[in-house]
């Protein structure tokens, strides 16, 4: 499928009388109430939710500053503690002994931690924190598997005012340097090893690597949470055990009351140039915005069981794991392990034995699982007993209708409604998405903004096109978990989201969408930028490129997507080796060794699914590589386009073929 273009489907599904009754937001009605409280008194709709929603330590008098846009500043003069609004006031309220925490291993041992004991454990890592020489405003890297542990180093930054910049487990030593070098890191948080589907992977050694790769003086500290018992070299005075960190630590500490502006995280994600960008998010809307999202895109309730299926390497296991479910003193799933180990059931079989009331994946994951399904009878969700679900969500990328419908029928039980949630690393939160006990569902169909998030469908200048037409992306005025700024880059930051095409007045989403001619309904058609999604991931097709062409045996290299049944978008590379073109057995071999080379520069999630040699790259005369025609042959298309501009157009024959 072409991400979305074609993938909306006409069947409507509205929400049933029940689902209405019970939701939070309760009917079209009560959404288009709060949709026009907004359009009506924007600052004073934010400000309501956010004395409302958020424990302010100083309440805030300023909601929006505009002064130096796109800098935006959202309740810049309140104080208040991120770690605090996700324990403390829980616990105080008498919600102590209420289970914050359910972690599953990868081996299926379960593990229940209490909102007191994670105030306590957060409590007594966050003096270590301190006591390491680790202040307010210091960066720290956090390279860890998904854990209560992981979850606790998140939230003791919080509470301290550290700033965390998570990076993802599968990510190479390379990428590792890159972004403690980028955001001036003064410690990291990390594992020995990780358990996933059964195996040991590195994590600590990545670390190692990576700082020996130089320039990261620094860096101070290592913190190495014992996962695995597997070796790991410690250095002395630089390394520190997490027992020895929170040894003799008391369970109480005092958060670090910060102003509302102050970073509370950087995620680095993938752009359209080879560098990853470190996004910067505030605390206080960025907090708002996750607990609002919470509370009414999943309609989270006090006894619900909640599942984010998301790694907190992710943005969707910041805002979905380590803050959102915490913030409204939910109770939730943390999962170590993948979807298929030990066998494709996995995720059906802990929504039954944990009883999951809401269940939030991706498209990839449901598409994976379906294709186990159908082959392996054992694994099938009508193998389990999934009736405590009441509502499913899916991120990360377009769901396709036939994936949708299977989700709905043999996950839902045809009862639970979908929220396919449209949002961002950048954004914070959900942008476009169904409410529940709301809107009428059309499967392909993210539907309609957040209420008070201000979307539209613009053409090239920034007009806003009509309904049924395709265009770009934008979001007409800022919102308060919207990005502050890339790390150590503001120009950048001015440039990739806030253009002079538009004034600097939208900010881009970098993703093509269209609007139902009737409904108003939002579908997204996939990036317009060369970044791809692969199973719901980013990745820069510069990034890709780089990697390739700092392998010796490489003298060219052009990234492109193609559709994939299962992960919504593959890699394809074209390559042109310093030396002739190979074939047969060798190509493979080399092939391989390319894909390998990727992994181990950015990480596995990288890795080109096929790779194809030629002796040029189709070219106009001016030099420029015609990426719009390596995009039709690696979907093997006929190439139809004008051809006329094209240097060498025998190229193309030579590039038809996969290796
Ligand atoms: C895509 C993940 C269609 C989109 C939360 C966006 C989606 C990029 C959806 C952001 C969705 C995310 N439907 N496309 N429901 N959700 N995307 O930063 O292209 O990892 O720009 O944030 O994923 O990916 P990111």
């Given at each position: ?176 340097h890159e972004r403690i070098r980028d955001a001036g890191t003064v410690a990291v948080i990390t594992a020995d090893e990780q358990y996933r589907g059964g195996k040991n992977l590195p994590l600590k050694s990545v670390v190692d690597e990576s700082l020996a790769l130089g320039g990261c003086d620094s860096v101070r500290t290592v913190i190495v949470y014992r996962r695995t018992g597997g070796t790991c070299a410690m250095v002395a005075g630089r390394d520190v055990p997490w027992e020895e960190v929170v040894a003799g630590q008391p369970e109480i500490c005092e958060p670090e009351w910060v102003d509302a502006e102050h970073p509370l995280f950087l995620l680095y994600t993938s752009g359209s140039t080879g560098q990853p960008k470190g996004v910067q998010h505030s605390s ?376």
């Amino acid at each position: 499928m072409s991400a979305g273009e074609t993938g909306r489907s006409t069947h409507l599904y509205p929400p049933s009388a029940e689902v209405v009754k019970k939701a939070t937001i309760s009917g079209m009605a009560a959404y288009q109430a709060l949709c026009r409280e907004a359009e009506q008194d924007y600052t004073g709709y934010w400000a309501r939710l956010a004395k409302e929603h958020v424990s302010w330590q100083k309440p805030f008098t300023q909601v929006l500053d505009e002064s130096n846009a796109p800098f935006y500043q959202w309740f810049a003069d309140g104080r208040l503690n991120v770690s605090y609004n996700c324990l403390d006031r829980h616990v105080d309220a008498g919600l102590g002994g209420k289970v914050a925490l359910i972690f599953e291993a990868d081996d299926g041992q379960v593990t229940r931690v209490t909102y007191k004991d994670l105030l306590g454990r957060v409590a007594r890592f966050a003096n270590g924190l301190k006591a390491r020489g680790i202040r307010k405003g210091d960066r720290v890297l956090i390279y860890m598997p998904m854990s209560v542990e992981g979850v606790v180093a998140m939230q003791a930054c919080a509470r301290i005012g550290a700033i965390h910049s998570v990076v993802f487990g599968g990510f190479s030593a390379k990428s590792v340097h890159e972004r403690i070098r980028d955001a001036g890191t003064v410690a990291v948080i990390t594992a020995d090893e990780q358990y996933r589907g059964g195996k040991n992977l590195p994590l600590k050694s990545v670390v190692d690597e990576s700082l020996a790769l130089g320039g990261c003086d620094s860096v101070r500290t290592v913190i190495v949470y014992r996962r695995t018992g597997g070796t790991c070299a410690m250095v002395a005075g630089r390394d520190v055990p997490w027992e020895e960190v929170v040894a003799g630590q008391p369970e109480i500490c005092e958060p670090e009351w910060v102003d509302a502006e102050h970073p509370l995280f950087l995620l680095y994600t993938s752009g359209s140039t080879g560098q990853p960008k470190g996004v910067q998010h505030s605390s206080g809307g960025y907090l708002l915005h996750a607990i609002l999202t919470t509370k009414w895109t999943f309609d989270l309730k006090p006894d619900d069981v909640f599942w984010c299926t998301a790694d907190i390497g992710w943005v969707t296991g910041h805002t979905y794991v380590a803050y959102g479910p915490l913030a409204c003193g939910g109770t939730q799933i943390v999962f170590e392990g993948v979807p298929v180990y030990p066998d494709a059931g996995r995720f059906w079989r802990m929504i039954q034995d944990h009883k999951v009331s809401i269940f939030y994946t991706a498209p990839t994951a449901i598409r994976s699982l379906i294709k186990a399904a159908e082959t392996t009878p054992a694994v099938h969700p009508s193998k389990y007993d999934l009736s405590s679900l009441r509502l499913l969500g899916s991120v990360g990328e377009p769901i396709n209708p036939a994936a949708w419908e299977w989700y709905y029928e043999h996950i839902g039980g045809g009862r639970c409604p979908i929220v396919d949630t449209f949002w961002q690393t950048e954004t914070g939160g959900h942008m476009i998405t169904p409410l529940p006990g709301v809107t009428t569902l059309v499967p392909g169909s993210c539907t309609l903004p957040f209420p008070g998030i201000q979307a539209a469908v613009v053409d090239e200048a920034g007009h806003e096109l009509e309904w049924g037409k395709s265009g770009i992306l934008v979001v007409t005025k800022p919102w308060p978990s919207m990005i502050r700024t890339i790390w150590g880059d503001p120009e950048r930051f001015k440039k990739s989201y806030f253009p002079q095409d538009f004034h600097g007045k939208l900010y881009l989403a970098g993703d093509g969408a269209s609007r139902d001619a009737e409904t108003g309904y939002f579908t997204i058609t996939g990036r317009i930028d060369d970044v791809l999604n692969i199973s719901g991931h980013r990745m820069g097709t510069m990034e890709i490129e780089s990697a390739l062409v700092s392998n010796p045996l490489v003298a060219e290299a052009a990234v492109v997507g193609r559709p994939d049944d299962v992960t919504g978008e593959a890699i394809c590379a074209f390559v042109v080796l310093k030396r002739a073109r190979p074939a047969a057995e060798e190509a493979k071999n080399i092939a391989n060794d390319l894909r390998n080379w990727v992994a181990k520069e950015i990480g596995p999630i990288a890795k080109p699914k096929e790779i194809r040699f030629g002796d040029n790259l189709p070219k106009t005369r001016s030099g420029k590589i015609m990426r719009r025609l390596l995009r039709s042959l690696a979907k093997g298309e006929a190439i139809t386009q004008d051809v006329s501009t094209l240097e060498n157009p025998q190229i193309l024959d030579q590039l038809k073929q996969a290796s």
